[in-house]
Structures are given as structure tokens and as C-alpha cells.
């Protein structure tokens, strides 16, 4: 069983857009933070969006106003909608999770604080 699972990679040419998908399965008496994460080969992972305790979104500086990151919870699943695209955002993506601290904002919350953690789903885009 994974909490976690992604889908939605691909390849696509620089300018085009896809949606990530995240379905998790989480206990559903806690609150979570969310994030979307990246990672290309030989660079450190780093966080592309959070979504928070009370839906509060963050993004990073080098996706902003090109990616938006949003939650059905209806329907268990984190998305990641990717416009835009450049030839630099082809990495591994990852869904993670962490509890969300008490009364805390998500955005400051390090890598290793994210408890939960995809597969990852790969994004490759070509000039």
C-alpha cells in the first residue's frame, strides 16, 4: 500500500503544459501539508508547491505564475497543473506529505520533515 502515487509524466516540447496527479491515502483524522517536489539528475531536490493546513498555496519563485498546484479532496488527489514548460523543468516530480505543524504555515517545512513520499513521475521537456 502507498500513500502516495503519481501520474501524469511525459515528455513534452518546451512551451507545452501537463497536469500532474497525486492520489493519496492518508489518515484522514490528521491535517497535512502537501508539496509537489522536483529533482534532475546531479541537483538537489527542490520544492516547485505546497498547498497547506487551510489550503494556503505556495509557489516557487522559478515556477511562479507557470505552474499551479491545487487539491480535490473529494477525491484524494493533489494536482499539478504545468504551463509553459521549459526545457530546465525536466526532472523527476514527487508528491509528498508531512503532518502540518499546529498553527504553522507548511512552506517553511524542510525536505526531511515530509514524511510521506511518491514514486515520482517523470517530466522531460525538449526544446
Known amino acids: 500500500h502507498l500513500p502516495l502515487v503519481e501520474s501524469g509524466g511525459g515528455s513534452v516540447q518546451a512551451g507545452g503544459s501537463l497536469r500532474l496527479s497525486c492520489a493519496f491515502s492518508?489518515?484522514?483524522?490528521?491535517?497535512?501539508?502537501m508539496a509537489w517536489f522536483r529533482q534532475a539528475p546531479g541537483e538537489d531536490r527542490e520544492r516547485v508547491a505546497s498547498?497547506?493546513?487551510?489550503?494556503?498555496?505556495r509557489h516557487a519563485d522559478s515556477v511562479k505564475g507557470r505552474f499551479t498546484i491545487s487539491k480535490d479532496n473529494a477525491k484524494n488527489t493533489l494536482f499539478l497543473l504545468m504551463n509553459s514548460l521549459k526545457t530546465e523543468d525536466t526532472a523527476m516530480y514527487y508528491c509528498?506529505?508531512?503532518?502540518?505543524?499546529?498553527?504553522?504555515?507548511?512552506?517553511?517545512?524542510?525536505?526531511?520533515?515530509?514524511?510521506?513520499w511518491g514514486r515520482g513521475t517523470q517530466v522531460t521537456v525538449s526544446s
Open positions: 509528498a506529505a508531512a503532518v502540518a505543524p499546529e498553527g504553522g504555515a507548511c512552506w517553511p517545512l524542510s525536505v526531511g520533515e515530509f514524511t510521506y
Open positions: 492518508l489518515n484522514a483524522d490528521r491535517r497535512y501539508c
Open positions: 498547498i497547506g493546513n487551510y489550503d494556503a498555496l
